[in-house]
Every structure is written in structure tokens, then in C-alpha cells.
């Protein structure tokens, strides 16, 4: 099921207003797939930047678990919302150095 977001509007040629299921799923493995990278890149546990990755990666997999439930129940337009933020955390994580992602600048905003 697509998800039209269009607010009223009958200019269906605008397709940056849907949600598909090979946009959400996209966003879904993309998220899934730097959620296994960055769990590589944790500071060592004795740094003091450990127990700050851990709050991220928990924030990070709640948001992620949200997004499958809203999926599950068909609420493509809060799932999307909640994969982003997921990605939100996981890029705030990459970039300021709390998990070490090397020079992935493709999955992950590095840029100063």
C-alpha cells in the first residue's frame, strides 16, 4: 500500500509525495545496514564517550523498533518519520565521533 501525502493536491505526477514500499523498505535496510556499522564503531567500553554511544544506540533501535511496528500496522507515514529519526541519531552519533564509522562519507554525514 502507498501512501499518498499530497495534502488535498490532485497533481498525482508529483511523485515526491508518496511513501512507496520500495521507498520505506529502502529506508528501512539503509538504516538497518548503519545500525550494524556503527555497533562496529563503538568507543572502547573503558572511554567515556561508551556510555554516551549506548544512550545513542538505544534512542537509535527505538526508533528503528517503532518504525517496523508502524510498518506492521500499515502507518507507512510514521514509520517514515521514525526511520528518519532513527538515521538522525545515527548521523549525529557518526559525526561527532562517538562511533568510528572510518571515512564511510556515502551512509553517514561526516563533512566538517
Known sequence: MDINCNNGSNNS???NNIIS???LYNYLSRTE???NIIKKG???KRSLLYDVAE???CMIEC???D???FIEKGDYVNAFASLNYAYGWIDAGA?????????DDIRFTLAK
Not at 559525526?95 to 571515512?103: T, W
Open 42 to 44: 563503538f568507543p572502547p
Open 13 to 15: 505526477s508529483n511523485i
Open 55 to 57: 544512550d545513542f544506540l
Open 95 to 103: 559525526r561527532l565521533g562517538i562511533f568510528n564509522v572510518g571515512d
Open 21 to 23: 514500499n520500495k521507498k
Open 63 to 65: 526508533y528503528f523498533n
Open 67 to 69: 518504525a517496523k511496528t
Open 33 to 35: 545496514e548503519a545500525i
